[in-house]
Nanobody, 123 residues
Framework: QVQLVESGGGSVPAGGSLTLSCAVSGDTFGIYTMAWFRQAPGKDREFTAAIRTIGLNTYYADSVKGRFTISGDNNKKMWYLQMNSLKPEDTARYYC????????????????WGQGTQVTVSS
């Protein structure tokens, strides 16, 4: 089993910044991709950013490209999402996820999820 615990959410004004953290524990052998998804009230969970645990290649949703940065350290089992220039439409609950699959985009392919952390951006 793999356990994921997010932290770092909060409330900020538009244009502000936040950094989310994801602490990973358990048997992470074979975990190939770490990702952040988000879900706003009344909407589906959507892909936000992903990173390969080996090689650290990164992938972003168009809506956050240039504003968000995913990073991490596989040895330390810590992963991050730096969010800059936040907009009210970024308001959502953000989830850390892990998968052994190479496809990073679809939430259904992720095996492990954290409980999420709330991000609220005021206009």
């Amino acid at each position: 089993q793999v356990q994921l615990v997010e932290s770092g959410g909060g409330s900020v004004p538009a244009g502000g910044s936040l950094t989310l953290s994801c602490a990973v524990s358990g048997d992470t052998f074979g975990i190939y991709t770490m990702a952040w998804f988000r879900q706003a009230p009344g909407k589906d969970r959507e892909f936000t950013a992903a990173i390969r645990t080996i090689g650290l290649n990164t992938y972003y949703a168009d809506s956050v490209k240039g504003r968000f940065t995913i990073s991490g350290d596989n040895n330390k089992k810590m992963w991050y999402l730096q969010m800059n220039s936040l907009k009210p439409e970024d308001t959502a609950r953000y989830y850390c996820a892990a998968t052994r699959d190479e496809n990073y985009f679809y939430s259904r392919l992720y095996d492990y999820w954290g409980q999420g952390t709330q991000v609220t951006v005021s206009s």
